[in-house]
């Protein structure tokens, strides 16, 4: 199997820890050369010190502000043109859907989809004129079943699904796949913070609550980022080039429906 990644260059973001790093580490295991796409420039500089290989690098951009996430982009593409865009950032708060302020939507928007289309403009050129590329977007198993208690997430998630499965179909006369990964529940400080917030309402424990998930999950545990990670390298490389237009459930089989 083809999963050879040398003289590719990916741009990752959220890629200071959590899904998005391990994303990186095993698109670098494969080859590829990676720039890591965050807000904390430590956590970022530490990133690219764990990373396999030589030549990775790091840009700092806030997910909160649209036009900085362009800029580093196109500062990406410049370095070297872009091969592969995994796009990744941390969700929006919890709550139900009906209690949210419309500002929550629209902040959420903008964090995701508006951002999602940033990147993809900058590095999109870049990706034409080498003959083809690798998007993945990082969403949740919320496209598929709505997710109790966030209903912000849920709304986002599904609008960034719908604009993926149009690109494919707009973009694979290019030689571009476009697909996404959902996550169900996977061990990172973000899934830390959604039990420690439902525990302060439920009255239980953290670790009541982890385990709870872990037992709505067919395979009895939570995920762990590194398995996220090999899925998006997957997608990412020559043995998936007739993979596009697909949301990829990594989740132990939870999810319910096909």
Request: hydrophobic share 45%; net charge neutral; aromatic share 4%.
């Amino acid at each position: 199997m083809q999963m050879e990644l040398h003289g590719k260059h990916a741009l990752v973001c959220g890629a200071s820890q959590g899904i998005g790093f391990a994303a990186a580490r095993e698109l670098a295991s494969l080859g590829a050369k990676c720039t890591l796409l965050a807000r904390n420039e430590a956590r970022l500089k530490a990133a690219v010190d764990a990373l396999p290989g030589e030549g990775h690098s790091f840009l700092v951009a806030d997910f909160t502000d649209p036009m900085s996430v362009s800029e580093a982009a196109e500062k990406a593409a410049a370095m070297q043109p872009v091969d592969v865009l995994i796009n990744n950032t941390g969700g929006p708060p919890g709550g139900p859907a009906h209690a949210a302020d419309p500002q929550d939507y629209l902040s959420a928007f903008n964090q995701h989809l508006i951002c999602n289309q940033r990147l993809v403009q900058a590095v999109l050129p870049s990706m034409r004129s080498t003959g083809g590329g690798r998007i993945v977007n990082v969403i949740s198993t919320s496209v598929k079943q709505p997710l109790d208690g966030l209903g912000v997430s849920n709304t986002v998630r599904g609008a960034v699904a719908n604009w993926a499965k149009t690109l494919a179909n707009e973009l694979g006369p290019d030689g571009i796949t476009v697909n996404n990964v959902l996550p169900g529940a996977t061990r990172t400080a973000r899934l830390d913070q959604i039990a420690e917030a439902k525990a302060a309402k439920t009255g239980s424990t953290p670790e009541q609550v982890l385990s709870n998930m872990a037992n709505a999950v067919p395979l009895k545990r939570l995920g762990e980022a590194h398995e996220i990670g090999a899925a998006i390298a997957f997608l990412c490389s020559p043995a998936a080039a007739y993979i596009s237009g697909v949301n990829l459930p990594v989740d132990g089989g939870r999810t319910r429906s096909l």
